[in-house]
């Protein structure tokens, strides 16, 4: 592959994939994944995990699958909460002055204690 045929991304495959809501389905995205993460180490069945969350497993295993437009973002950080997550909405000043604000999602490492 020669170097004109590649093309660096953004740091949101969906905005590079030219979605028009790209920041809401990334955000979307790493929750999904997060609600994934925590059904896989709680060894948690689509069945299960959809008893905690109160949809069906085809409806688990869609979302689980990158089906989840449906869902809005209020309703996934609803989830995470079934799974005694908390989930903190942080609101700052951007660096600089010239550039739109950024929407972020973070996760913070398990305690080990």
Known sequence: MTAENV?????????????ADAG???IKARIVSE??????SRKLTQS???KVLGISQPEVSRMFNGHFREYSIERLMGFLTL???????????????????????????????
């Open 7 to 19: 093309k660096t991304g953004s740091r949101n495959v969906f905005a590079d994939m030219r979605y």
């Open 24 to 26: 809401a389905h990334q």
């Open 35 to 40: 609600l994934e993460d925590i059904v896989a």
């Open 48 to 50: 299960a995990a959809g």
């Open 83 to 113: 799974f005694n997550r908390d989930v903190e909405i942080v609101v700052r000043r951007h660096p600089s002055d010239d550039e739109l604000g950024t929407v972020t999602f973070k996760t913070m490492p398990e305690a080990t204690a």
